[in-house]
């Protein structure tokens, strides 16, 4: 009855986890609310300017431009910066705040409002309808509502799927499908010269995704870049030519802009520099009047920051004056000040940034109704207590400026520094403002998750009580990592943590290992340390020493021969061990040949790939560069195929000839569920990046000496605990969003496909902890033979003690998920007005929901304990 107790409370707790992340996750990520309906001007409230200088817009998109790709060198944007140079281009860095994904930046820079961070999740969701900006202000939306206002896109169907029934004309092309680098563009590109002939259009957008995705799955640095962009500066080049040949273009306002930047991972979602740094450029012949000659290009620059600095909201302000339609009612951003002097009028000018500011003051009187903003009456002698009261008296004071320079032309200079000082402020104000949380939700997803806490601590009471030094280092883990949950340095440096928790068990191990070492001398523990060593350093990653060198940059790239030879050591050791025991029971050749020959389809499909994504690494190496060439012909796409559908008919042979004539002993059950690892394993390499495919031989390695080291069911949890999550790390994933890597989700898919592409994303980024619940049964499998076994009297005295019931396994992860899960849930709560909630907590909390559901619920218990019930 106790037992059942304990199941009962375990799978009570399990249950109530998602129903928490959920509920929580209503509250904290919800839909800001936005004024509905399309901005107009209003007679003496919001005056166009006389004329405007545009009639049409081009605004081309190249996906993850960041700044230095366009204004710094090495660049293939050698046109545009002529342009900057002759004064036809007025260069910016365009900061895209998190999370710096392409759904939430495009909706920045069409509304000029700041997105709900939910976005990021939004963005991954092809089908996904409830994003769509159709009833929302945007300069698409104001330039389609101009008589015979018509519009055209081609590239990301993000567009498609935020404005439907928006385009004319129009070409989507996926986001997600980072392998290609080529046609993604071409189908772009094979419009713009018939579009640049046609003049029934009022705006022609072009998205491109090849830059990105190159940088997904080579880095900035890759070899494709630099052609890449001398591809996109040729697109400039055309439309530019055109703007000056074509009669009905003379108007046109070019706008080459990145909808964020990218990390030296090529990874973007997250707030460091590179990542919120995008390119922007408005160019035409006529920027030449306004527009000093600047210096192109700079030197680099590590901060990204070139040019004049705006915020990417600005834009949507900025295009309304320039083309002369209102700004969209739900923007945050300012006009930019550069491009006032195309007005000649003081009036013009006065106006365009009095309607700017009535349209952003409306935003801030919906947002804070208990300030009245009124011009007439004077708040500046109040005491000012907070930054609405400074803003009350800006506005206050720049209304009183406009009056004057009304009536007192010599006022405008003044009047503008007025009016742009108070659009600066409101600006801050809003995009800082906190989102409107739903606190119930907070707290009764923090109250299930609490319950959940409760019942698994029940479950795994006594496991813990039964060995004290033990239990104690796992509360300590447990109670530690909980509370640095509330620190945003800690959050992004977990990897820290992980890596010291791993050198304090592995002190632990040694010292419980001195007693029972037959020569004095525990060797496994301190050998298990070396490796672990070399483990940690094998990817920098967090935040603060991303760009530290470690044994992947600072070694194996540079040596990628030494490289090539553990990445065959990998294979090979996988293939030995598979036709060590399946020798025993078939000697037949063909069965024997099984095996090497799919080892061999993979190590070759790596090889063409890498050849492929980062042809630097078979530098070198002429063997290696004649195997890529030779299957050449091939696409990666039928060779990923090939390999899966091998690996999965070896999972069925070896299941199938481990079951003929099973006798359902402990031995049976070990080379059975050794033979599906294995197998598997050479999945988890198929999914890696071909730098850490050497990480599992070291993980084989690791568990061999712990398999020599005697371990407790409790001290094989804590084991397994501690190595899943820090080889996560080790395997450079991060809380960062930018960290996930998209190189191998598209193995074997020649189209989106968004449940097949988030499992191979999920398993590329989760493998080395996949790989350490499948190493952890795998040791309590050979726990339970050694404990039915002979020995010696010492060791069966010490096996007499091992615990093996996964139950009481489930029940510690549970704990320390349920418990991870209360604390993530309290301090985003707690810290909901923090300055890093959106760039730190965030993400974590994403983060943490992946842990929970996907790793603890579906890998640890339903796939790992799946397994285990079917042996």
Known sequence: MAAFRQKLSLAIANLLLPLALVLFASGFFPYKPILSGLAVFEDGNNVAPATAPFDKVVFMVVDALRSDFVYAQPSGFEFTQELIRSGSAIPFTAHAGAPTVTMPRVKAITTGSVPSFLDVILNIAESDKSSSLVYQDSWLAQLRARPGGRLVMYGDDTWLKLFPDFFDRHDGTTSFFVSDFVEVDNNVTRHVSEELLMDDWSGFIMHYLGLDHIGHKTGPKSLHMVPKQQEMDAIVKEVYNAMIDYEHLNSTLLVLCGDHGMNEAGNHGGASSGETSAALTFISPKLQQIAKNQKSPLPSSDNYQFYNSVDQSDIAPTLAGLLGFPIPLNSLGGFMSHFLPLWQQDSERLALLQNNARQLLNVVKTTFPGHAFDANSDPCDAAQNSDLDKLECQWYSASKLVQSARDDGNLASETESALLGFLKSAQGIMSSTASSYDLSRLYLGSALASIAVVLSFMSSFQTLARSPAAGMFTALIIVSYSAMMFGSSYVEEEQQFWYWVLSGWVIYLYVRSYPHSRSGFPISPILFAVLSRIVRRWNQTG?????????????????????????????????????????????????????????????????????????????????????????????????????????????????????????????????????????????????????????????????????????????????????????????????????????????????????????????????????????????????????????????????????????????????????????????????????????????????????????????????????????
Not at 683 to 711: C, D, G, R, V, W
Not at 732 to 742: A, K, P, Q, R
Not at 759 to 772: D, E, K, M, R
Not at 817 to 841: D, E, K, P, Q
Request: hydrophobic share 50%; proline share 2%; aromatic share 10%.
């Open 543 to 871: 935040q603060k020493f991303a760009a530290e060198p470690d044994i992947t940059t600072g070694f194996l790239r540079l040596h990628p021969n030494i490289l090539w030879v553990l990445v065959l050591f990998t294979y090979v050791d996988v293939c030995q061990r598979l036709m060590r025991r399946i020798s025993r029971n078939s000697p037949s050749s063909m069965i024997l040949s099984v095996y090497p020959a799919l080892v061999s389809f993979a190590f070759i499909f790596k090889i063409a790939f890498t050849a492929a994504d980062s042809p630097e690494l078979l530098q070198g190496s002429t063997l290696l560069q004649s195997l890529a060439e030779a299957v050449q012909g091939i696409s990666l796409v039928i060779q990923a195929r090939v390999v899966f559908v091998g690996i999965g008919l070896a999972l069925v042979y070896s299941t199938v000839t481990s079951l003929r004539g099973i006798s359902h002993t402990k031995t049976d059950r070990k080379v059975l569920f050794s033979n599906l690892k294995d197998i598997l394993t050479l999945f988890l390499l198929t999914q890696a990046k071909t730098t850490n495919i050497p990480l599992y031989l070291l993980f084989h390695q690791q568990e061999s000496l712990l398999s020599s080291m005697y371990l407790s069911g409790l001290e094989i949890s804590i084991t397994s605990l501690i190595l899943q999550y820090a080889s996560f790390f080790a395997l450079g994933g991060s809380n960062s969003i930018s960290s996930v890597d998209l190189s191998n989700a598209y193995n074997g898919i020649s189209s989106f496909n968004v449940v097949v592409v988030g499992l191979l994303t999920f398993v590329g980024n989760w493998a080395g902890p996949i790989w350490w619940v499948l190493a952890t049964h795998e040791l309590f499998i050979e726990s339970d033979n050694r404990r039915s076994s002979n020995g010696s009297s010492k060791d069966r005295r010490r096996l007499t003690t091992i615990t093996t019931n996964r139950s009481h396994h489930l029940g510690l992860l549970t704990l320390f998920v349920s418990t991870n899960i209360l604390g993530v849930m309290l301090a985003c709560t707690v810290l909901r007005a923090h300055l890093f909630i959106w760039t730190v907590f965030s993400p974590k909390f994403l983060y943490c929901s992946a842990w929970s559901v996907a790793h603890h619920l579906v890998v640890n218990i339903l796939w790992g304990e799946g397994i285990m019930w079917s042996l």
